[in-house]
C-alpha cells in the first residue's frame, strides 16, 4: 500500500538509501535537506512521486514550511522518518560549550522540531507513523562519544514518552538504534572534532581520533539493507516501539540489558526500603 512519507536528511547516506528505495516501491517521498538540488541530485531527479524541499531541522519554521509543502502535494503525512543527524566527537572536557550545544541543538531538538510541525497533520487523520533514528550510543555510553551520546540519550526518553502522548491519535512510534553502518556519519560533512585541547587527553585524542577516521567506509553494516528493514517497518500495521538494527548493536544492547537488570537487583538493600516510615 502506497504511503506519504517525509524522510530528513535524504541528500546523502542513510537518507537517501531510503528515499531511494521507497521512490522504486511506488510510495510518495517528500525528501528533504538543506539544499533540495543535491537531493535531487541524489535520487536520479524529479518525478511525481517525488517533492524535494529545503529543511533545517535546527529551525521550527523550516519544518513547518516543508511540512505545509508536504500536505499541498500529496494531501497527507502517513511515516515520518527522523533520519538527518551529525556527529561531535571527542572527550567531553575538550567539546565547547558551543559545540555541546550545537550537537544537542541538531540531534536532539532536530527531530523534535520536525516531529512537532508533522503530528497536527498526523493527529488530524487519526494515524501515522513516527520513526526516530537513534543509535546505539543512545543505549550505550561510548569513549569518546560524550556529547553525540547525550543527545542520542535524549532522543530515547522523547521518543518513549512520546509513544503515550499520540497513541490515543493512532500515531505509532518507533526509535531505531543502529550499530556501525556505512553511512556518511563520519565523513567531514558530517563529523565535527572536538576543538579545546586538554594536555592530559592530547595523546589519548590523537590515537582515538585515528580509529575513528580509519573506521570510515569499513563499518560492517550496510545502509541499504538498514533502508530497506525501516521501510518494512514502516508497512506494519503493528511496528516495533523499537528496532536494534545490526549484529554489534544487538548483541550491545543485550548486554546493557543484562547489566541494567544486574545494578537494579545490586541496589535493592540500601535502595528498596526508602519510604517514608508511616507510608501505606
Known sequence: MSKVLLITGAGRGLGADIARQALAAGHQVVATGRDPERVLDALGGE????????????DPAAARRAVDAAVERFGRIDVLINNAANFYAGYFEE?????????????LFGPMNVTHAVLPVMRAQRDGHVITLSSLAGV??????????????????????????????????????PGFFRTELLVDASTTW????????AERTAAT??????????????????????????????????F?????????VAAK????????????????????????
Open 47 to 58: 518525478r511525481d512521486n517525488l517533492l524535494a524541499t529545503t529543511l533545517d531541522i535546527t
Open 95 to 107: 567539546i565547547s560549550d558551543a559545540q555541546m550545544r550545537a550537537q544537542i541543538e541538531t540531534n
Open 140 to 177: 550505550v555510553g561510548l569513549e569518546f562519544c560524550a556529547a553525540y551520546a547525550a543527545a542520542k540519550f535524549g532522543v530515547e526518553g522523547f521518543m518513549e514518552s512520546l509513544r503515550y502522548d499520540v497513541e490515543p491519535y493512532g500515531i505509532r512510534t518507533t526509535i531505531v538504534e
Open 194 to 201: 572536538a576543538e579545546l585541547s586538554v594536555d592530559d587527553y
Open 209 to 242: 581520533r585515528k580509529v575513528w577516521e580509519s573506521m570510515n567506509g569499513r563499518q560492517a553494516g550496510d545502509p541499504a539493507k538498514l533502508a530497506a528493514a525501516l521501510l518494512t517497518i514502516a508497512g506494519r500495521e503493528q511496528p516495533p516501539l523499537r
Open 244 to 252: 536494534v538494527a545490526g549484529a554489534d548493536a544487538i548483541e550491545s
Open 257 to 280: 540489558g543484562r547489566d541494567l537488570l544486574a545494578q537494579a537487583e545490586a541496589s535493592r538493600e540500601l535502595g528498596g526500603d526508602l519510604a517514608h516510615d508511616d507510608a501505606a
